[in-house]
């Protein structure tokens, strides 16, 4: 049986997207972007092709939005009774295929627990992330019903903050196995002039981060952030290592472990202001792969010092990095992290970022990490720096930890740190050079490891 649904074309960036053979896909789009126009294409196709199809909106309004259209495009097939259309629980259902999508709304989302999908649709993730704690949907919810056919999933709108949409996306930024992101602006979308675009930008007195958000797509916490300046400082394109030249750097170092991810900033050591040459950023529970990365980076880069987070596991990178980086005559200075110690590291990158005496990369993950601290006065008065729930702070501390040692580099003119042996107090740090005539025996016992059995068992 042959039948014909005329739909929209797609531009080009709509159809890059419909093309890939990605499992679980997100699109974070700018407004009028086109995103409408590429999810009733997947979802009505998919009902013709037989799929079990759910689709979730923020507000009722919204999914009648979308029903309304997808009768105007189903016309002529509901007048040949070959769709039929249900109000009780909302959904469509092509008759001679027996596919079906159902329309939930956030607060009725649960619904879709005990459904078989085929096919899951999250329309104005933005929006819904508001609502809703859509990764707990996603891993509680929407993931089990896919199970048994294998189902695909998509997730697309316009960012609102960093919200669990933002954390959905990552998954597909952080290169998570099946799952691909995307973030297009309203620029990209052929049929809307850019003159058009920038009128309404001007006319409507769009702030910087309106504009942002609004029309470039991007996740940008719009209230109580620790750092200010970031549209002015996160400006600066990467370096590679050939381009810098050795012993010019300082780097930050913050290890992650298990959900975490570990981060690596390579920063100036002798400019004003301070530049940030590249962040890096992975998650990996291999310890010997993530030292060899954490090696080689060093030795690509060659820096005056290393600066790296010893909690916890940290500590076992520490002494790694010390025996394996000795003959490079690398400082390598431990940071323990403590409320006293954090504050006055978070201040540093804090007070740089106001003052503009560092520049750093425009990365879009650190940049959200950034915009997203928080601050937070505990009832004794203490006040807690930390990433909110579900996020993450690694680049933040990697680069605080960086900032901070281009800071110290500066303060000491040119002092040859590799010629000082010992041990030297400096914001609550240890810091200790080996070079070939020396060796660990000559450390203080204090701050050496009594037993590697206290470290989580390592397996390679």
Not at 52 to 60: H, T, W
Not at 98 to 104: D, P, Q, V
Request: aromatic residues 8%; contains cysteine; proline residues 3%.
């Amino acid at each position: 049986m042959e039948v014909k649904l005329k739909l929209p074309a797609l531009h080009e960036t709509q159809r890059q997207i419909y093309e890939d053979g990605a499992r679980y896909k997100v699109l974070a789009c700018g407004r009028r972007w086109g995103k409408d126009t590429l999810l009733d294409r997947v979802m009505l196709l998919g009902l013709l092709r037989g799929q079990n199809i759910a689709a979730l909106y923020p507000r009722d309004i919204d999914a009648d939005k979308v029903k309304e259209r997808h009768r105007e495009l189903l016309f002529e097939l509901e007048a040949k009774k070959l769709v039929k259309w249900h109000k009780m629980p909302a959904r469509v259902t092509a008759m001679f295929s027996g596919g079906t999508i159902r329309y939930y709304t956030a607060k009725n989302h649960e619904s879709i627990r005990g459904s078989s999908l085929d096919l899951f649709i999250c329309n104005e993730a933005g929006e819904v992330s508001q609502r809703i704690d859509l990764s707990n949907v996603w891993e509680k919810t929407v993931r089990p019903a896919l199970l048994d056919r294998k189902g695909r999933a998509w997730f697309a709108g316009t960012p609102k903050g960093l919200t669990t949409f933002y954390v959905i996306y990552q998954r597909g930024a952080d290169g998570v196995e099946g799952w691909r992101s995307w973030r297009y602006s309203t620029y990209e979308n052929p049929f809307i002039s850019r003159d058009e675009i920038e009128q309404m930008i001007e006319q409507e007195k769009m702030s910087q981060r309106a504009v942002q958000q609004e029309i470039h797509a991007m996740f940008i916490e719009t209230g109580g952030s620790v750092f200010a300046n970031l549209e002015q400082t996160c400006i600066l394109s990467p370096k590679e290592p050939a381009e810098i030249p050795a012993r010019s750097t300082v780097i930050g170092i913050d290890i992650g472990g298990g959900v975490d991810y570990t981060a690596i900033s390579v920063m100036s050591a002798n400019t004003t202001p301070a530049a940030e040459y590249r962040l890096y950023r992975w998650r990996s529970t291999a310890i010997k792969k993530t030292l060899a990365y954490l090696i080689e980076i060093i030795q690509q880069w060659n820096p005056l010092e290393v600066v790296i987070e010893v909690n916890s596991l940290g500590e076992y990178y520490y002494q790694e990095l010390l025996t394996q980086l000795a003959r490079y005559g690398i400082t390598i200075t431990p940071w323990q992290t403590n409320s006293t110690s954090k504050a006055e590291l978070i201040s540093t990158l804090r007070y740089a970022l106001e003052t503009k005496r560092v520049l750093l990369t425009n990365d879009e993950t650190g940049m959200a990490e950034l915009s997203a601290y928080e601050q937070k006065r505990r009832e004794s008065g203490y006040v807690a720096y930390g990433a909110p729930k579900n996020l993450h702070d690694d680049t933040v501390i990697a680069r605080a930890l960086a900032c901070q040692a281009a800071n110290a580099s500066l303060n000491v003119g040119a002092v040859n740190r590799a010629a000082v042996m010992g041990e030297t107090k400096r914001n609550s740090k240890m810091v200790y050079q080996i070079s070939n005539s020396t060796s660990l025996d000559i450390m203080p016992d204090s701050d050496k490891i009594k037993s590697w059995s206290k470290l989580p068992k390592i397996s390679y």
